[in-house]
């Protein structure tokens, strides 16, 4: 059972690149988000999904665009990379029922650079 | 969206109890208390989480006041590898919840 996973693990881009984070579960979550943290901060939410084919926006939205087109994958696009992004990213998978209460899991991040 | 304040850092020695308070007086009736726990390079992990009085399992305890204005996590008897962000939520939906800086533990031989 891997649980959540992330590719690529490292990634060096340019200025203007774009590029796709990609986020797989294999628990059967409804929700999944992406969270980006930056060093000496917490997590903060970029985008989250509550079920295949429905998205929205989180805390820092702007930047990058998100798609679930199926249930147990969760994309995180980057259209035009700028030094601002540079960050680690963590996708998170969830169940629906009960809200707040069901725990969040975690893959091990993205460590995105862009020069 | 609730509020929630803890310190920054917290050193201890192996061996010991650390408590961690987490405050959160704009609580809401529906929000659970949540507790991560994140280790260098790795992603959040879910430690415990309550709601009211005292929840313990096999890693910690949380204790949470009649008010629920707060909430203290505890880590009996800590060990080097315990050395890692504890983080504090308040909500009652996923994407309300907000991972603010934690509170760095910090164990020593």
């Known amino acids: 059972n891997a649980g959540v996973t992330q590719t690529p693990k490292f990634r060096v881009l340019k200025t203007g690149q774009s590029m796709t984070l990609l986020c797989a579960q294999d628990?059967?979550?409804?929700?999944m988000y992406w969270y980006r943290q930056d060093p000496g901060m917490g997590l903060r939410l970029i985008h989250y999904s509550v079920g295949e084919g429905t998205t929205a926006k989180g805390e820092v939205p702007d930047g990058y665009n998100v798609s679930r087109l199926k249930k147990q994958n969760f994309l995180l696009g980057l259209e035009s990379a700028a030094p601002s992004q540079t960050s680690v990213y963590f996708c998170?998978?969830?169940?629906?029922?009960?809200?707040?209460?069901?725990?969040?899991?975690f893959g091990d991040g993205t460590r995105l650079s862009i020069l | 969206l609730a509020k929630t304040t803890q310190p920054i850092s917290m050193d201890s020695y192996e061996g010991q109890e650390v408590n961690i308070t987490c405050s959160h007086n704009?609580?809401?009736?529906?929000?659970?208390i949540t507790w991560y726990q994140q280790f260098p390079s790795q992603g959040p992990r879910f430690i415990i989480q309550g709601y009211k009085t005292k929840v313990t399992n096999e890693v910690a305890s949380l204790f949470i006041p009649a008010d629920r204005k707060s909430s203290t996590l505890s880590l009996p008897r800590v060990s080097l590898s315990d050395t890692a962000v504890y983080y504090c939520l308040v909500g009652d939906a996923h994407y309300k919840l907000s991972f603010g800086a934690g509170t760095t533990v910090t164990v020593r031989a």
């Open positions: 998170a998978s969830s169940y629906s029922r009960e809200g707040g209460k069901q725990p969040q899991h």
């Open positions: 628990m059967n979550h409804e929700y």
């Open positions: 704009n609580i809401a009736t529906n929000d659970y």
